[in-house]
Nanobody
Framework: VQLQASGGGLVQAGGSLRLSCAAS????????IAWFRQAPGKAREGIAC????????YYTESVKGRFTISRDYAENTVHLEMTSLKVEDTAVYYC??????????????????????WGQGTQVTVSS
């Protein structure tokens, strides 16, 4: 059972990247899937979460209007489309799976320990 995050890289400010979180060994559609990021010297923060049926998504204020989270059920994958990237978006990005019926999970207010599975992280670097 694992989550595999991919798609990170180096991009100029204003550019775009698409991250992917591929699930294996379990069906990700039974979990809420969230994206987190951790910049050097900072705490890990939740930035986006999508419900099991994909019709509800939550975003932290700093990424609203720029990032879009979506599900690909055929591929058992969750994507994070990132546009208008800023230097301050530079971080290691992680995906995580949490209990679908938890309001705290869906709204990115649950403790990190509440998430059942974590991906290994993918580096996103935005240059000025």
């Amino acid at each position: 059972v694992q989550l595999q995050a991919s798609g990170g890289g180096l991009v100029q400010a204003g550019g775009s990247l698409r991250l992917s979180c591929a699930a294996s060994g379990f069906s990700s559609e039974t979990y809420a899937i969230a994206w987190f990021r951790q910049a050097p010297g900072k705490a890990r923060e939740g930035i986006a979460c999508i419900s099991t049926n994909g019709d509800t998504a939550y975003y932290t204020e700093s990424v609203k209007g720029r990032f879009t989270i979506s599900r690909d059920y055929a591929e058992n994958t969750v994507h994070l489309e990132m546009t208008s990237l800023k230097v301050e978006d530079t971080a290691v990005y992680y995906c995580a799976a949490g209990w679908a019926r938890s309001a705290a999970i869906l709204t990115l207010t649950a403790p990190l320990d509440d998430y059942d599975y974590w991906g290994q992280g993918t580096q996103v670097t935005v240059s000025s």
